[in-house]
């Protein structure tokens, strides 16, 4: 699963993971209230950028759906981790 | 829970795609109630995990009145603490139904259920996606998702493919070792019968009046299953056969259409010189698909590729004659070669339903070979092979289940902390994480905890 990690290096990852998981929630909030804003202004002004903004619009919600990605890569990383500490605890 | 013989101490199985906007009612969906369904006919230990009270309604509704009334029980830290200690050391095992289902957020391996350290074994019903990912991860957060899902895959205990080709693929695009996947196939729901059992009145909703003979298909608007084809291999049909105002029979594709694609099909039918003798039903009922089957003089599968085909086996099970591709799971579904067509060659397609629309004997075998497909293909028979495989296989990884400790989300302005967090490895100050409030659904999952409390 993790050649050559010992059960420090995978308790110090799963610290991080679990840092990470944190930073990644906030980042989706930034990423929603983003897309809000983007679209607030989409409906505001589109008479005078019917081109342009319906993009960015477009790449805000690509950003949102990027951080849901990292949800789930999270997910496979505490998995990984879970399964590295029981093979460390219980050697073959 | 008892283990019925089989040493199990228990088979959970995540029941939440049974109201899947898209995967409710066919595919997944129907899937997941059938081989509950077949469990519960076995005497299994099973437990169908729900996350709503619709989807415990649907389920209610759905699976066979002799089911024990803790057969559907909340995905929740209390449910797997209960499972744990009654199943007292005895394998338990988590049956994943949703690992291949878009998009990966639906959590198709919960936090819980690895904190709880459960075997798991996911349902592969096919990784078409990855085979031809030109055509079905022309998205780039799809691309994501499925690179995702590999690595997630490689985490499980075992894998229960639909088919033996299903499960071949899956290997290979995977990369999960072939000896922990065991083939369990898939039934049919007791509505496909014959009609004799099981008489329907002619679904004249679908079908023009003049229409008195035909041969079925239950296609799709993919590519992969071969519609065009099968419109052109139509023409090459004898026309005494294909002119159902005459006696002869039409061809009937049965299936929910875009406009696109059946703008695209009926001008493969002109091009074929057959607009005459092909309908297009767009979406139909179950009745309407029965009874439609019951009354075929042939049923034809030409898809490209299938994880299992099940429409074919329904065909089967309402007593019609069938002809199917002889590529990938189809091969495995019907095993009769003499029902086997080329599915890459028109001509092939052609000769398989002219021989069996014209040729008596050839015709009889085919009804004797479908016959013996839906008796092979029972969600009982799944239902044996899964707990077979359960047993044969027991779980990959080392470490006893454990019942995940009691966690609260308490939730006080912007912020949730969840408290008494039971990470092992992670041991924090106390033992809690604070999030934003947002992470409430998306990240922490309401089955993740046992109670969300409102400060303040």
């Known amino acids: ?92 | 829970m008892t283990a019925g013989g089989s040493g199990l101490a228990g088979i959970l199985v995540d029941a939440r795609p049974v109201d899947h906007p898209t995967a409710g009612q066919r595919g997944i969906g129907r899937y997941l109630t059938g081989l509950l369904g077949g469990l519960v006919e076995l005497g299994a230990p099973v437990v169908a995990l729900h996350a709503t009270d619709v989807q415990a309604e649907l389920l209610r509704s759905t699976l066979p009145p002799t089911a024990p009334d803790d057969t559907i029980r909340r995905l929740a830290p209390a449910t797997l603490r209960e499972a744990i200690a009654a199943a007292d050391g005895r394998p338990l095992w988590y049956v994943a139904t949703q690992l291949l289902l878009h998009p990966v957020a639906l959590d198709p391996v919960p936090s819980l259920i690895t904190r709880a350290r459960l075997a798991i074994a996911a349902v592969m019903y096919d990784v078409i996606p990855y085979r031809y990912p030109e055509r079905y991860l022309v998205h780039p957060n799809a691309r994501t998702q499925a690179a995702l899902r590999a690595p997630l895959a490689r985490t499980l205990d075992a894998m229960l493919s639909i088919s033996e080709f299903a499960g071949d693929t899956a290997a290979d695009e995977l990369s999960f070792p072939r000896s922990r996947i065991r083939s369990i196939g898939a039934g049919v729901d007791s509505r496909f019968a014959p009609a004799g059992s099981r008489p329907l009145p002619r679904p004249d909703r679908v079908l023009p009046a003049h229409v008195t003979r035909w041969v079925t298909s239950v296609c799709g608007i993919d590519e992969r299953k071969n519609t065009d084809r099968l419109v052109r291999a139509w023409g090459l049909v004898p026309a005494a056969l294909r002119q159902p105002r005459r006696g002869g029979c039409a061809l009937v594709i049965v299936n929910a259409h875009t406009p696109e694609a059946l703008a695209q099909w009926k001008a493969v039918a002109r091009d074929a010189g057959v607009d005459d003798s092909v309908v297009f039903t767009g979406a139909v009922t179950d009745d309407e698909l029965v009874a439609l089957l019951q009354r075929s003089e042939l049923s034809v599968m030409p898809s490209l590729e299938e994880g299992f085909g099940l429409p074919v086996v329904e065909a089967a099970a309402c007593g019609t004659a069938v002809v199917c591709s002889s590529t990938s799971a189809l091969r495995e579904v019907l095993d009769d070669p003499a029902a086997h067509l080329d599915p890459t060659d028109t001509a092939s397609i052609a000769r398989a339903i002219e021989r069996a629309l014209t040729d008596q004997q050839h015709h009889v075998a085919l009804v004797a070979a479908a016959a013996r497909a839906a008796d092979r293909w029972t969600w009982r028979r799944t239902a044996d092979d899964l707990v077979a495989a359960l047993t044969e296989l027991g779980p990959r990884w080392p470490g006893r289940a454990r019942p995940p400790s009691h966690l609260v989300a308490q939730v006080e302005d912007d912020r949730v902390q969840v408290l008494g967090r039971d990470y092992a490895l992670a041991e924090g100050p106390d033992g809690s994480v604070t999030w934003p409030v947002g992470a409430l659904g998306p990240w922490i999952k309401p089955w993740d905890v046992d109670q969300t409390v409102p400060l303040g």
Request: glycine share 4%; hydrophobic share 50%.
């Open chain 1, 1 to 92: 699963m993790l050649p050559g990690s010992t059960a420090s290096e995978v308790r110090r990852l799963r610290f991080a993971v679990d840092a990470m998981q944190t930073e990644l929630a906030a980042l989706r909030e930034v990423t929603l209230a983003t897309n809000h804003a983007v679209m607030a202004l989409n409906h505001d002004i589109r008479s005078g950028a019917p081109e342009a903004l319906p993009l960015f619009l477009g790449w805000a919600d690509r950003v949102r759906l990027d951080v849901d990605a990292a949800i789930a890569a999270v997910q496979v990383i505490e998995r990984q981790l879970d399964l590295a500490d029981r093979v460390d605890r219980n050697p073959a």
